[in-house]
């Protein structure tokens, strides 16, 4: 016999934290006990030290229980700007990424659908390797579509793929708006928004089909509807031979057992979610079972037996030698045809089939397949909890909290009044103000947990505070204290302890690091390139990097979308692939667009006295005004360049708030010896004032000098000119950017090359073509020679194996002559998160090269003839401009060939001289490459 349990509330009820107010009563005087037992003897409720004790433990549980809140409560907030849903990314925009593998291509394509029209216009498609080869001279290294020379090797081109479409029914050739052609042109452009580096699609073509014919006599019970039945039957076989794809929505998807990563893994489609599993058991049969299809008949309503069932092909594609198995031919659909038959019975009464109800039936089928399509396109996405938004910093002063006895609350001095009682009162007041500001200071960054913590926060301080409310006589206390402002009333407490340059890069590691992020190794680099100042630039790329995030992670594979032809999708553009992206923010590029490097902001310039060459340098701010010169000349180029490098460096070196704070004593009159970090003050004889760049040494020499065109007439406008320089040079001032060349795109797809000149696949005046037929005579092309459009492969007689210029392979082009280029260390660290980045099967050849252009070219130009033809390239190829293109793919390929990677000047040890420790510039062996 079983016992009768009864529900019961358990007596002990401590919970032992902060919530539990006699815990920290017991803690708060172990702690007394401990640090003054000697003196302190009376732990009972009249002493007053316990009473304050008491007060407080109060109010540590009032603080406890708002941080016991339901985590949707405490990140609620009235302000919608603010709320739960703008402090964290959705899974809709963090979990899936672009397609990569061939399912993923097949869900993307599968999910086309039309505005107005056909809702569905692909049933399924499959994409398979497009199989081309290409031969090498051994001897030459030259390429060709046929063997070339005596001794030829071959090697087939990765990463070229068809596409085989199984359209819809009622899709026709061209169709009003609809057609083949038309989604032809959505696919094309699908896949150019979403193609992965260094693939491309070579070829769409329609699935050819093998017809099958099903002969059957089947027995229904007696209440079946025989019409709807035989409309189940149709849909069924039609559905064995070619497995339909279905869209389920994401409670769908979660009751079939899948996690939220599994769900939204791969591209985010537009109408709900397909099952990975079922679209890849949704292949092209390659034989039809006769017993699969009597399974799948036979688990329809209403059927009772089938009587006699057959199978045989509808044509001569390959002949039968089984009565219960048909081959079907690689990449072919097999599909009932017309000389298929059904008949039902019921018991020895056979029945008639009405085809027009058949038909009403799977138009009904079809209908209820669409809706719930629609209940799949509206219901996939993740809903964030919906919390309550409670005033959680709102703080009650403690001091209303005593018994009326001590004098301190609202109701003041109870009785006589003396003077002593008074001070008294005061006293005890003052001590416990302090207490006071640091519990509201907790209340008030409990609230501000959903901003700190925020990917999207745009706080600048990381302390808070707030003003005490409600104090009789509050004024008689404290002096100069700020009521309007809690943000200033922060500042007047906590400037001197909130470094939150330090404090929010912590932050920010902490939210980086829930991504699998790291900045660890960038920020040691960049300590060591920009000294004190590296804190303050690394914040600004965390933010960069996180701000960005969902691109960043779901678009590290994307290329670039070569068919977007308008000038600005070409050039001063961030239509580049994401990998550039990826690296240029894990690096603190500034400004990844593709756009002219060599067009520096900075000028080198070389004048000539008396045959004997000098230089100097001028910087350009955004406006093209020259806001930074050297103050000498040098005799050789790379001690210009450094002293450039030194003079940015030294701009830079002052923290953001301590020049604020120089600034507010010079807007007083009171900065000493004229000097902001290393920005030197000067006033002219005029009365106006200029500043210069001074080194860091005891003779302050300087460096540069800040020029303008209107000198600074005022201390007001001398303000504003150096905050402007100085974040000029730390947040928007840069040499930097990154090219990528994927050298699949300029492999030639015509057999023909030499008139079609054109590479790549392009959608043009809205059919799908591949090659391009031109007329040998044509006078409007001028051929090119019989190999230029090609690269080359290998010259040593193809020993070991042969060399593929094009399959999975890029360029990477970066300015070697920015500062942190020209540093090997930071090269180094560049180079490996590139190839860290760049997906595993692609193979980067990295480039330092380039110099500036200046008044006067003093290297070699070879990044400026890169970008011209570059720039030429991708306009003839967004364009379709098949009359240069191959012109142009010349041009590039010669550029890429002319590139050469520059050095700083090296120094090998003299061992005749005393050599300091100092590696700046020295050759080390294993470390230094020529």
Known sequence: MSENKHISISKNIETGDQTDFHFLRKTGIEYIEELGGKLWTDYNSHDPGITTLEVLSYAITDLGMRMNLNMEDILASKDADKDIHTQFLKATEILPSRPLTELDYRKLFIDINFASGHKRPIRNCWLVPNNETLYVDCKTGQLDFKPVGEKTQNFNVK???????????????????????TVNTQILDRYHANRSLCEDLAEIKEIETQKVAVCARIGLVNKADEELVHAKVLKTINNYLSPEVHFYSLKQMLDKGLTTDQIFEGPLLDNGFIDTEELSNSQLRREVRLSDIISEVMKIDGIKEIHEISIAGCDSVIKQTNDWLICIEKGRKPELCELSSFSYSKGALPLNINDKKVQEYLTTLKREEEVLREDARQNKELTLPQGTSYDIAN??????????????????????????????????????????????????????VKEVLSVNS????????????????????????????????????????????????????????????????????????????????????????????????????????????????????????????????????????????????????????????????????????????????????????????????????????????????????????????????RLSGGGNYYFDIVDDTEEQNVMATHKRTNPY???????????????????????????????????????????????????????????????????TIAPIKYSEAFMSSCEEDCETDVFDPYSYRVSVVLPGFAYRFQNPDFRRYAETVIRQEIPAHVLAKICWVGDRLSEKETAQNDLAEFEVAFKKYLSDKAKNNIVNLGNSITDLLTALTHLNNIYRPGRLLDCAMDDNDDLDGKIILGQSNL
């Open 159 to 181: 990463g070229l793929y068809n596409l085989y479409v199984d359209y819809a029914e009622d899709i026709n050739e061209e169709g009003n708006g609809c057609g083949k052609s």
């Open 395 to 448: 703080y009650a002063t403690i001091l209303n909290e005593f018994p009326d006895t001590y004098g301190v609350g609202t109701s003041g001095i109870i009785g006589n009044q003396t003077p002593e009682r008074e001070a008294l009162a005061k006293q005890l007041k003052g001590y416990l103000l302090f207490f006071d500001q640091i519990l509201a200071s907790y209340f008030k960054h409990l609230e501000k």
């Open 458 to 681: 745009h706080l600048k301080r990381t302390f808070f505070t707030q003003a005490l409310k409600n104090i009789k006589g509050f004024d008689e206390l404290v002096s100069d204290y700020t009521t309007d402002s809690d943000d200033e009333l922060t500042d007047s407490l906590y400037e001197e302890l909130d470094n939150s340059v330090e404090r929010r890069n912590e932050v920010l590691d902490h939210l980086i690091s829930r991504f699998a992020e790291t900045f660890s190794d960038y920020t040691f680099l960049m300590k060591s390139l920009y000294g004190k100042s590296a804190d303050e630039i690394v914040l600004s790329n965390k933010e960069n990097f996180l701000n960005e995030y969902t691109s960043l992670s779901k678009d590290r594979g994307l290329a670039y979308n070569y068919t977007s032809f308008s000038d600005a999708d070409i050039w001063n553009t961030h239509n580049i692939s994401g990998a550039q992206k990826r690296i240029a923010r894990l690096l603190g590029i500034k400004n990844y667009s593709q756009r002219n490097l060599s067009q520096s902001p900075v000028s080198i310039i070389k004048t000539l006295n008396n045959n004997k060459p000098s230089y100097t340098w001028k910087i350009k701010d955004a406006t093209g005004n020259i806001i930074l010169s050297s103050v000498n000349t040098y005799q050789i180029e790379y001690a210009a360049t450094k002293n450039l490098n030194e003079a940015i460096y030294q701009t830079i070196q002052i923290d953001q708030e301590d020049l604020e704070n120089a600034l507010k004593e010079l807007a007083k009159g009171q900065v000493k010896n004229d000097l902001i970090g290393n920005i030197k003050i």
């Open 713 to 779: 007439s005022s201390i007001d406008s001398l303000i504003i000119g150096i905050r402007e320089t100085v974040k000029y040079f730390k947040y928007d001032f840069t040499e930097e950017g990154i090219f990528l060349v994927e050298h699949l795109l300029l492999k030639p797809t015509s057999k023909d090359y030499k008139l079609m000149g054109g590479i790549g696949c392009m959608s043009i005046e809205g059919t799908f073509k591949v090659m391009y037929d031109l007329e040998e005579d044509n006078p």
